[in-house]
């Protein structure tokens, strides 16, 4: 049975936008630095108008890329007829005080993942992928064709089609996601010779010429920092007014930590009882008679809290 928001009779999905490029290494910065440049935001048509590919450096549809991505990862915000950077935005991309703005940490690529594959709204594919497909295992159909019959199921019973994605749009949209996380050269139907910027995390591997594997586990590149972070976003959205969640709800559930970075249980837990210490006392863990749980204190810690400890001198060094 379908859980989550993807479980939301009314609920949108999307299969398109990113003209079937995954993100690469310098768009977000790209789509940061113009819109920054202009005071109170930068006009829609920066990334329609046809002085957009001399200003971005890319061809048209990768213009068009390069907004989606910027979006998804949450770099720039739609407001009203402009677009405007956003605090993560800042954080990772200010020219003054950016942590990261060539993405050169393996914190930043933590962060863009859970930013895309934990969101479903305008990446739909990776939501799906990684927190509802049940086998290790995969191949390009055994995506395609689940998401083909979830968009069927959505539209039963509605006079009309409330997600319109025929079966080419799903079938590029999951080549799209292939190639996010498989390097290049061992990609089929991959003509891309540009690594795409979540290769490194290692999520998917090829084991054929056309079947797939989530590589689940451990995940010691994954800073405390990025981990808290999506902790705390995932609480906000699957249960604000609870003061505790269960370790299983933390492992198992649609838009998870563990499900989006493919985290076991004894590794998420592993993690989460030294959550005291890593979360500086916002979060605690509590094992009593079998019934494991972390607990937020009272004043709730914002997921923009966290981040800056996942940027500390270790990471760096770990991306030189």
Not at 116 to 127: N, Y
Request: contains cysteine.
């Amino acid at each position: 049975m379908m859980r989550g928001p993807l479980a939301n009779p009314d609920f949108r999905a999307q299969f398109s936008g990113h003209e079937t490029f995954p993100l690469r290494h310098l768009w977000l910065k790209k789509a940061y630095d113009e819109v920054a440049l202009q005071a109170g935001g930068a006009p829609k048509s920066l990334f329609s108008n046809p002085e957009a590919i001399v200003t971005f450096g890319v061809g048209k549809n990768m213009v068009s890329s390069i907004r989606h991505w910027a979006l998804t990862c949450r770099v720039l915000v739609e407001d009203g007829d402009c677009y405007k950077a956003t605090n993560l935005g800042d954080f990772l991309f200010s020219n003054e005080q950016g942590v990261d703005p060539f993405l050169e940490a393996p914190a930043t690529l933590w962060l863009l993942h859970w930013l895309i594959a934990g969101s479903p709204e305008r990446s739909t594919t990776w939501f799906y992928a990684f927190n509802h497909l049940t086998n290790q295992t995969f191949d390009h159909q055994a995506i395609a064709g689940a998401i083909g019959d979830y968009c069927d199921q959505q539209n039963a019973g509605h006079k009309r089609k409330v997600i319109r994605a025929s079966k080419v749009t799903i079938k590029r949209d999951v080549e799209c996601f292939l190639r996010s996380y498989v390097p290049a050269q061992q990609v089929k139907f991959s003509d891309d010779t540009f690594e795409p910027a979540l290769v490194p995390l290692g999520l998917i591997r090829p084991i054929s010429s056309k079947a797939f594997e989530f590589r689940k586990g451990a995940k010691p590149t994954l800073p405390d920092g990025i981990l808290l972070f999506a902790l705390t976003e995932f609480w906000e959205r699957y249960a604000p007014n609870q003061n505790t969640l269960s370790v299983e709800a933390l492992t198992y559930e649609p838009g998870s930590p563990g499900r989006v970075f493919k985290l076991d249980e004894a590794s998420l837990v592993a993690r989460l009882a030294q959550i005291e210490q890593s979360s500086d006392g916002a979060y605690l863990w509590t094992d009593t008679a079998g019934v494991r749980n972390v607990a937020r204190r009272s004043s709730k810690a914002g997921p923009m809290e966290f981040l800056a400890s996942a940027y500390d001198s270790a990471d760096r060094r770990n991306a030189a």
